[in-house]
């Protein structure tokens, strides 16, 4: 899951991108609206946390211009404490959830939990497909209730495919919400491979009948009952 | 020849030119000088002489003895009207010298030794100076011919002539030395515009030459090259600006190209050469979409991007991104092993070092060959205090020694051909090397026998240290 982080705070906005990922989120940070605005423009993201006091552009400014253009990646807005009118404002402008400042980092991974959740239509935060269980809360995943020991890039892959289900995606795509910008697709589309084959081992799918193979596309987390 | 050596020579050759003219001027005017005072000597003589032989005569008495002493240094003949002999000096009576009547003075040289006719025991033959003078007193008619034994003055000429060639010597060895020394100072502004022109590179395009302000030629030369680097600067920014606003143009129809094709490629009922294609497609986006994220990241980076600086450990730091590959390397049998001194802690910016990290470590992958090896190693470095080496090397192709300079150029492949086969940007090892300018380190890359590739990144320890 990849995740933009704006905030002109930049002590913060570290702080918040190295506790996001411990948990394996691939994360950018912005330091202003303009900046936001040209990264939320070009690359994919899954998540934006908003900060509403921003230079160049504010967070209203940002988050209006972004849900003019039909952007509907979900936004977390912060805000400072007791800023009813902007909060209201900022809802009523298309964010979809906020937190006062100062927030506790539990709050906040689990609001953008269930933000990720929403976005994808999942009730609960347990991804189930089959015999496999995603529990994108406390990171562990089960194959017919065993725990399956993953690598946290197995992991993120698996939930990237989990929250997508029943949509092709390409290995490019794939890598840029796994790892990021800093690493070469080319490189990451063969290690996207590789992790695959690994994944299938260990959820004892080798015949690829949950995470199927789409020809020449990518992969897609099938999920019949769906 | 060098302009300073070049102004030496001509100020050299004036000064030689001048002093030889003053040097003619001078040993002409010694040659003839001597002899004007003597012709004025020997002329007060004759009158003197004559007068006194006049005054005797009229008196009827014999050549008095005054006259006589009076005239010893003298060789002095005197005749009257009649041309006979009235009077001759001792001297004259000793030696007879030609009589060539006339205003001009002559020469005579004899064979008699000097000393005869002085106490000095000089024995250079005598030469007498001669004067004929015809001298009128109250009405009777004289001739005087009054000589002077001189020294030998073509001896006298030539040691002046030594005299003022040692001084002409002189005179221009001063001219040489100082006209070096005045060629070095008017030089010295050019040459301190040379010293800071040559510091201005393409990297510190924004150095100028200071200005002392004189309005004189060099200043006007500094001012000029000042003139010439601003319009450099500007052209230079407004390149990179120009790549900067492509790159970021560039990006968003990319995107909206890319979701699109990738939501048709949803469609499981495509007729598969109509999938194929679109599979092309995309994984031509995909390059161009690499391509333009690097060339942003490298204008960003050629705009002196600033640096956020923390201290971390590059020990962990490499090992987060190995994590990455891991996989990876595993599935394509790779041996990696590493070798660190410690954890390594550095001051830098560390989003930009796991840039490098990712960079290299992904080279080394996509160039090695199935079963090969990668080593990796950090050190402190050989080459000075606190500086940290980052070593990474790897099996496979290698690269070709004429390659090796150009590898760090912008789309610089080794081998056109497999350029596409290897898959990324061309321009990895470019933001690698400028990253590494940016943090004041360095990087080189050497192959090892056989077909091992080593870069070595040499970075400070900023802070940490």
């Given at each position: 899951?990849r995740?933009?982080?704006v905030d002109?705070?930049?002590?913060?906005c570290?702080?918040?991108?190295?506790i996001?990922r411990?948990q394996?989120?691939?994360?950018?940070?912005?330091?202003d609206g303009?900046?936001a605005?040209?990264?939320?423009f070009t690359d994919?993201?899954d998540?934006?946390?908003?900060?509403?006091?921003l230079?160049?552009?504010?967070g209203?400014?940002?988050?209006?211009?972004?849900?003019?253009?039909?952007?509907?990646?979900?936004?977390?807005?912060?805000?400072?404490?007791?800023?009813?009118?902007?909060r209201?404002?900022g809802?009523?402008?298309?964010?979809?959830d906020?937190?006062h400042?100062p927030?506790?980092m539990?709050?906040?991974?689990?609001r953008?939990?269930a933000?990720l959740?929403?976005?994808?239509?999942?009730i609960s935060s347990?991804l189930?497909i089959?015999n496999?269980?995603v529990?994108?809360n406390?990171?562990?995943?089960?194959?017919?209730?065993?725990?399956?020991?993953?690598t946290?890039?197995?992991?993120?892959?698996?939930?990237?495919?989990?929250?997508?289900r029943?949509?092709?995606?390409?290995?490019?795509?794939?890598?840029?919400?796994?790892?990021?910008?800093?690493?070469?697709?080319f490189?990451?589309?063969?290690?996207?491979?590789?992790?695959?084959?690994?994944?299938?081992?260990?959820l004892?799918?080798?015949?690829?009948?949950?995470?199927?193979?789409?020809r020449?596309?990518?992969?897609?987390?099938?999920?019949?009952?769906? | 020849?060098?302009?300073r050596?070049?102004?030496?020579?001509?100020i050299?050759l004036?000064?030689?030119?001048?002093?030889?003219?003053?040097?003619?001027v001078?040993?002409?005017?010694?040659l003839e000088?001597?002899?004007?005072?003597l012709?004025?000597?020997?002329?007060?003589?004759?009158?003197?002489?004559?007068?006194?032989?006049?005054?005797?005569?009229?008196?009827?008495?014999?050549?008095?003895?005054?006259?006589e002493r009076?005239?010893h240094l003298?060789?002095a003949?005197?005749?009257d009207?009649e041309?006979r002999?009235i009077?001759a000096?001792?001297?004259a009576?000793?030696?007879a010298?030609?009589?060539?009547?006339?205003?001009?003075?002559?020469l005579?040289?004899?064979?008699?030794?000097?000393?005869?006719?002085?106490?000095?025991e000089?024995d250079e033959?005598?030469?007498f100076?001669?004067?004929?003078?015809?001298?009128?007193?109250?009405?009777?008619?004289?001739?005087?011919?009054?000589?002077?034994p001189?020294?030998s003055?073509?001896?006298?000429?030539?040691?002046?002539?030594i005299?003022?060639?040692?001084?002409?010597?002189?005179s221009?060895?001063?001219v040489?030395?100082?006209?070096y020394?005045?060629?070095?100072?008017?030089?010295?502004?050019?040459q301190e515009i040379?010293?800071?022109?040559a510091e201005i590179?393409?990297?510190t395009l924004?150095?100028?030459?200071?200005?002392?302000?004189?309005?004189?030629e060099?200043?006007e030369?500094a001012?000029?090259?000042?003139?010439m680097?601003?319009?450099?600067?500007?052209?230079?920014?407004?390149?990179?600006?120009?790549?900067a606003?492509?790159?970021?143009?560039?990006?968003?129809?990319?995107?909206?190209l890319?979701l699109?094709?990738?939501?048709t490629?949803?469609d499981?009922?495509l007729?598969?050469?109509l999938?194929?294609?679109?599979?092309a497609?995309?994984?031509?986006?995909?390059?161009?979409?690499?391509l333009?994220?690097?060339?942003?990241?490298?204008?960003?980076?050629?705009?002196?991007?600033?640096l956020?600086?923390?201290?971390?450990?590059?020990?962990?730091?490499?090992?987060?991104?190995?994590?990455?590959?891991q996989?990876?390397?595993?599935?394509?049998?790779l041996?990696?092993?590493?070798?660190?001194?410690?954890?390594?802690?550095?001051?830098?910016?560390?989003?930009?070092?796991?840039?490098?990290?990712?960079n290299?470590?992904?080279?080394a992958?996509r160039?090695?060959?199935p079963?090969g090896?990668i080593?990796?190693?950090i050190?402190?470095?050989?080459?000075?205090?606190?500086l940290?080496a980052?070593?990474?090397?790897?099996?496979?192709?290698?690269?070709?020694p004429?390659?090796?300079a150009?590898?760090?150029?912008?789309?610089?492949?080794?081998?056109k051909?497999?350029?596409?086969?290897?898959?990324g940007?061309?321009?990895g090892?470019t933001?690698?090397?400028r990253?590494v300018?940016l943090?004041g380190?360095s990087i080189?890359?050497?192959?090892?026998?056989?077909?091992?590739?080593?870069?070595v990144?040499?970075?400070?320890?900023?802070?940490?240290?």
């Amino acid at each position: 899951m990849r995740v933009l982080i704006v905030d002109d705070e930049p002590e913060l906005c570290e702080q918040i991108a190295l506790i996001l990922r411990q948990q394996q989120y691939t994360v950018d940070t912005a330091g202003d609206g303009v900046v936001a605005l040209e990264k939320i423009f070009t690359d994919p993201y899954d998540l934006i946390v908003l900060d509403i006091m921003l230079p160049e552009k504010n967070g209203f400014a940002v988050l209006g211009e972004l849900r003019g253009e039909g952007v509907a990646i979900p936004v977390l807005m912060l805000t400072a404490k007791g800023e009813v009118a902007n909060r209201v404002k900022g809802l009523d402008l298309g964010a979809d959830d906020y937190l006062h400042k100062p927030f506790s980092m539990a709050e906040l991974l689990a609001r953008i939990r269930a933000l990720l959740r929403r976005s994808h239509e999942q009730i609960s935060s347990s991804l189930i497909i089959g015999n496999i269980r995603v529990d994108t809360n406390t990171r562990i995943v089960t194959l017919d209730d065993q725990p399956v020991n993953l690598t946290p890039k197995e992991f993120s892959l698996l939930e990237f495919l989990f929250y997508n289900r029943n949509r092709a995606i390409s290995r490019f795509n794939m890598a840029e919400h796994v790892w990021g910008d800093a690493f070469d697709p080319f490189t990451m589309s063969n290690n996207i491979d590789v992790h695959i084959k690994n994944l299938r081992k260990k959820l004892d799918d080798q015949a690829g009948r949950i995470i199927v193979t789409v020809r020449g596309v990518g992969y897609m987390a099938r999920d019949e009952q769906a | 020849m060098k302009i300073r050596n070049r102004i030496t020579l001509w100020i050299s050759l004036a000064g030689l030119a001048s002093s030889a003219v003053l040097s003619l001027v001078v040993f002409f005017w010694g040659l003839e000088t001597p002899y004007e005072f003597l012709d004025q000597e020997l002329e007060i003589r004759a009158h003197t002489l004559t007068d006194e032989l006049t005054r005797e005569q009229a008196e009827g008495g014999p050549v008095a003895r005054d006259l006589e002493r009076f005239s010893h240094l003298y060789w002095a003949r005197v005749y009257d009207a009649e041309g006979r002999e009235i009077f001759a000096s001792q001297m004259a009576r000793k030696i007879a010298l030609p009589m060539q009547p006339g205003d001009q003075g002559y020469l005579v040289r004899t064979t008699i030794p000097l000393g005869s006719f002085y106490s000095d025991e000089d024995d250079e033959p005598a030469a007498f100076w001669n004067r004929v003078f015809t001298v009128t007193v109250s009405g009777a008619r004289y001739q005087a011919h009054v000589a002077r034994p001189v020294e030998s003055l073509v001896g006298e000429s030539i040691e002046s002539a030594i005299m003022i060639g040692c001084a002409l010597l002189a005179s221009v060895l001063t001219v040489v030395v100082v006209g070096y020394l005045v060629a070095g100072k008017i030089l010295r502004p050019v040459q301190e515009i040379n010293r800071l022109t040559a510091e201005i590179t393409e990297k510190t395009l924004e150095k100028r030459i200071p200005l002392a302000g004189n309005r004189d030629e060099i200043d006007e030369l500094a001012g000029s090259l000042n003139e010439m680097f601003n319009r450099l600067q500007y052209s230079f920014l407004r390149q990179k600006e120009f790549v900067a606003n492509a790159s970021h143009e560039l990006k968003t129809p990319i995107t909206l190209l890319r979701l699109s094709m990738e939501e048709t490629l949803q469609d499981e009922h495509l007729p598969l050469p109509l999938q194929d294609q679109l599979l092309a497609q995309e994984r031509a986006l995909t390059r161009i979409s690499q391509l333009v994220k690097s060339l942003l990241d490298l204008s960003r980076l050629e705009l002196s991007e600033v640096l956020e600086k923390e201290t971390f450990s590059l020990g962990e730091l490499v090992a987060s991104v190995v994590a990455e590959f891991q996989a990876l390397m595993q599935d394509q049998h790779l041996t990696f092993t590493s070798q660190m001194a410690g954890a390594c802690v550095i001051h830098a910016d560390q989003e930009k070092v796991r840039r490098i990290v990712i960079n290299l470590l992904d080279n080394a992958i996509r160039y090695n060959q199935p079963g090969g090896e990668i080593r990796c190693r950090i050190e402190p470095s050989t080459a000075g205090q606190g500086l940290i080496a980052l070593r990474l090397a790897n099996t496979g192709v290698g690269i070709n020694p004429n390659d090796r300079a150009r590898v760090f150029d912008q789309f610089y492949r080794c081998e056109k051909s497999r350029a596409t086969a290897h898959g990324g940007s061309g321009l990895g090892l470019t933001i690698v090397k400028r990253i590494v300018e940016l943090h004041g380190g360095s990087i080189t890359v050497t192959s090892e026998a056989p077909n091992w590739t080593v870069f070595v990144v040499t970075l400070p320890l900023g802070r940490a240290s």
